[in-house]
């Protein structure tokens, strides 16, 4: 059994959400503490969400009578903590701290370290609602959007320093490594602080994160 089970950006309720590769992570690995690390639900409009994905927060319920459950809120998400909480019947958090073995984390879903996102809020708030309506109506919007992110993902990562932000963070609250959602982008990176991104399950791509009983850290890809 795994100390932490580490998943973020699942967004139950958009079509790329990819339910089923969640189910089967949540059936093979065993945690003592899952940890969703923000982005649970794409939209407050549950309406959105299909059979499968009640499936997934029935399984996430059923795990939480054996499991700690923490989860920690992301931009997407439509409640303050203490109202996530009452509705999930999860810890539901802010950010996350806990040790293994004298090897301090801490966790946050990462939007914090978005320079665009943080800094023009409105903005990307109104970009985001125009994206729902157009994909909404047009056919082919994804193939649009998807075309998009690739072009400017590379600049998006040199502009928006996420990664440096988060270990710099890391550094100021005296922890070893610092683990992020947000940007749907895995990585594990180690120098003198540890970064490790989960990923998303609504890539193409699904990725998450386990951590052993000594902390090591492992990023699984999923075919």
């Known amino acids: 059994m795994h100390e ?20 089967k992570v949540l059936k093979k690995e065993k945690a003592k503490t899952i940890l969703i690390v923000g982005d649970l639900f794409d939209h407050h409009n549950l309406n959105r969400l299909n059979k499968t994905h009640w499936k997934v927060l029935s399984k996430l319920r059923k795990l939480s009578k054996k499991s700690k459950i923490i989860y920690l809120i992301g931009n ?17 958090r802010d950010e996350y701290e806990f040790e293994i073995k004298d090897k301090k ?19 990307t708030e109104f970009i ?25 993902e590379s600049l998006g990562e040199k502009t928006s320093n996420i990664k440096e932000n988060a270990i710099k963070y890391c550094e100021f609250n005296n922890k070893d490594s610092i683990i992020c959602g947000h940007s749907h982008k895995p990585e594990h990176e180690y120098d003198k602080f540890e970064y490790i991104n989960t ?9 998450y994160v386990v951590i052993d009983k000594k902390g090591k850290v492992n990023l699984i890809y999923l075919d």
């Open 4 to 23: 932490v089970l580490a998943i973020s950006d699942i967004h139950l309720g958009d079509k790329d959400c990819q339910a089923n590769q969640l189910l």
């Open 76 to 92: 997407h998400c439509f409640l303050k903590a203490e109202f996530m909480s009452i509705l999930l019947g999860f810890d539901c």
């Open 105 to 123: 984390f801490i966790a946050v879903h990462g939007d914090i370290f978005d320079i665009y996102f943080s800094k023009y809020k409105s903005i």
């Open 128 to 152: 985001i609602k125009l994206y729902y309506i157009i994909r909404h109506y047009t056919p082919f919007a994804d193939n649009f959007f998807k075309l998009l992110r690739k072009k400017t």
């Open 199 to 207: 990923g998303s399950f609504c890539e193409e791509k699904c990725s």
